[in-house]
Nanobody
Framework: QVQLVESGGGLVQPGGSLGLSCAAS????????MGWYRQAPGKQRELVAA???????NYSDSVKGRFRISRNNAKNTVYLQMNSLKPEDTAVYYC???????????WGKGTLVTVSS
C-alpha cells in the first residue's frame, strides 16, 4: 500500500500563485508516475499534471504554461507550482499514483484551492 498526503491548498486571488506538495509513504517501490487531479464542484475529476520518476511530464491544456509539476525522488514528494491562477482553477486537488504492478490507483484525501477576489 501507498499513502499520499497533500498539503498547501488555500485561498488565493486571481493572478496569484500557490504551491502544493504531496508526500508518498509506504510501499514506494510500487509507484512510478505521480500526478495531480482536480475536481471542481459539479464537474468530473480531471488530470492536471503528472510526472514519472524519470522526469517525463504531462499537462492538461488548461494549465500548460501556468502550472509546473516537479518531483523529489529522494523525498518521495511531488510538487505542483500554480501560477497565474484563475477562478476556474478552483477545485479540490488530489494527488494520484497508479500502482505499476496491479492496476490499483492510490489517492490522497485532497486539498482545496480557491481562487477568488
Amino acid at each position: 500500500q501507498v499513502q499520499l498526503v497533500e498539503s498547501g491548498g488555500g485561498l488565493v486571488q486571481p493572478g496569484g500563485s500557490l504551491g502544493l506538495s504531496c508526500a508518498a509513504s509506504g510501499s514506494i517501490w510500487r509507484i512510478n508516475v505521480m500526478g495531480w487531479y482536480r475536481q471542481a464542484p459539479g464537474k468530473q475529476r480531471e488530470l492536471v499534471a503528472a510526472t514519472s520518476s524519470g522526469g517525463i511530464t504531462n499537462y492538461s491544456d488548461s494549465v500548460k504554461g501556468r502550472f509546473r509539476i516537479s518531483r523529489n525522488n529522494a523525498k518521495n514528494t511531488v510538487y505542483l507550482q500554480m501560477n497565474s491562477l484563475k477562478p476556474e482553477d478552483t477545485a479540490v486537488y488530489y494527488c494520484n499514483a497508479p500502482d505499476r504492478r496491479d492496476g490499483m490507483v492510490y489517492w490522497g484525501k485532497g486539498t482545496l484551492v480557491t481562487v477568488s477576489s
